[in-house]
């Protein structure tokens, strides 16, 4: 299974706490961040990773059904 991962870049404020928690899927580019892949495996710690941006810039979709950030 996997998930679609999407970093919205008129609202990120490039904090790199995503790239701190998934360095494999996050990265800092420039003054934002940015999916490494939009397509990640299911884990856990990417839902840690958008639940911590501190501008909620990070989507994550199963099938086209958001499941992060969690409320």
Do not use: K
Request: proline share 8%; hydrophobic share 40%.
């Amino acid at each position: 299974m996997s998930w679609h991962v999407e970093v919205d870049e008129h609202t990120c404020i490039g904090s790199g706490m995503c790239a701190a928690l998934m360095p494999e899927v996050f990265t800092l580019d420039g003054p934002v961040a940015r999916p490494v892949t939009s397509s990640v495996e299911a884990d856990e710690t990417v839902l840690d990773a958008a639940d911590s941006c501190p501008a909620m810039a990070i989507t994550v979709t199963d099938g086209g059904r958001e499941i992060g950030p969690r409320p």
